[in-house]
Every structure is written in structure tokens, then in C-alpha cells.
């Protein structure tokens, strides 16, 4: 979706200006900014799959009748990326080993756990994995718990709206909260229904332009204060 991949490009640039701007930022932070624009990367390849299914294949013919005509592959391993990122995102603005070690922990069952569902479903070239979707959605919000836990009692509360990772955290919450449920409960609805598929994709659209909208809201207002990553 053009209007997803403008607004994606946009908080990728401020986060690049954020930092490269602020000599502080942690590595966490700067990965982050590449992952933005992976993720824009991304929006722009996997648009070959519905350009070739509206043209009739009259682009990207060669992907007709392959494992590579539906762009699942290319979105499930996005996913795999997108639950790594977000969830040692959050994990390396933690303060506690233990919490740090656990989620390190979890995070190594879940690839593993992932790697293993694919090969048991086949669903890697056709399909997306509820357990994925549902395991690494939980994962990625007991990071982000864990992260509140520690700013609920620490003095960062004090200065939470300036503070980069609070933004990224409700952006990442909306996301997985509203899109996780419309993806697994999308595999068990009828995909010709034009009702269906206009909800799909006003829903989709609306929680992506919001969710990136954070992040580059979060990237200018924490400009000014330059130790906020």
C-alpha cells in the first residue's frame, strides 16, 4: 500500500536524522531505523504479488504457477524479523538481567518454535502461522510489560512523554493487538467477500498509518531532548 510505504519512509528518515542527531542514541534505537526501512523495503517487493494477479500476470509473469506467485513467503519471514526486532527492542531498554535472560530465552523457543510449524503446516509459501502470529504477539507485549514495569518504578516515568521507546511501545501494542486478531481470524473468513476484504484493508491501512505516525511523532518530539533513546 503506497500511503503505508510513504509513511513508513518518512518515520525511517527522521529516525535516521534522530540518530545521527543525537550522539547518545542506543544501538537498540539505531536498529530500530533499519528496520524501518527494511520494512519499507519490504511494502515495495511485495507489492509484485497483487501487481500480477491485477494485470493478469502481464508483470512478473515468471512468478505465475511457482511457490513464489503469493508474497507469503517474503511477509512470514518480515514477521519472524518484525517479532525479533520488537521484542529485543524493548529487551535491550531493560535494566534487570533476569527479565533480559528470559526474554532471550523466550525469544529462542519462539524461533524455534516458528521453524517448526512451518514444517509440520507447509503454510510458509501459502499461508501465515496463527502460532507465530498469536506467540510472537504475546512476547513482544511481555517485553513491552516488562518495560513498564521498570518505568513505573523508576524516576523515567517523570519524563515518559519524551522518552523514545514509550511511543514505539504504544505503536507496537496497537499494531499487534488490532492486526494479529484480522490476520487469524482473515484465514477463517471468506476471501472473495468484497465486505470482508474492504473492511481488511480499510483496518489494515488505518492501523499502519497511525501506528508509523507514532514513531515519527515520537522521532521529532525527542529530538529535543538528545539522551531520550
Known sequence: MIPVSVLVLFSAILGWYYIHANKKAKL????????????????????????????????????????????????????????????????????????????????????????????????????????????????????????????????????????LPFYISIGAILLHLVLTPLFIYSGYFDSESPEFVELYKRIVLFTNLLVYLLYSIGFIICLRKKDSS
Do not use: C, M
Not at 56 to 70: I, N
Open 28 to 163: 537498540a534505537t539505531k536498529y530500530f531505523v533499519y528496520f524501518l526501512l527494511l520494512t519499507t523495503l519490504v511494502e515495495i517487493i511485495g507489492a509484485y504479488a497483487p501487481i500480477a494477479y491485477f494485470s493478469e500476470y502481464k508483470y512478473f509473469s515468471f512468478v505465475e504457477g511457482t511457490l513464489f506467485e503469493e508474497n507469503y513467503w517474503l511477509y512470514n519471514i518480515y514477521a519472524l524479523i518484525s517479532f525479533f526486532i520488537y521484542v529485543n527492542y524493548f529487551k535491550w531498554h531493560l535494566e534487570n538481567k533476569l527479565q533480559r535472560n528470559l526474554v532471550s530465552i523466550l525469544l529462542v523457543l519462539f524461533v524455534i518454535g516458528l521453524i517448526i510449524d512451518f514444517s509440520i503446516s507447509g503454510n510458509f509459501f501459502n499461508g501465515y502461522s496463527a502460532f507465530g502470529d498469536i506467540a510472537g504477539t504475546l512476547l513482544v507485549l511481555f517485553s513491552i510489560s516488562l518495560y513498564y514495569y521498570q518505568l513505573l518504578t523508576s524516576d523515567e516515568i517523570l519524563n515518559f512523554n519524551t522518552s
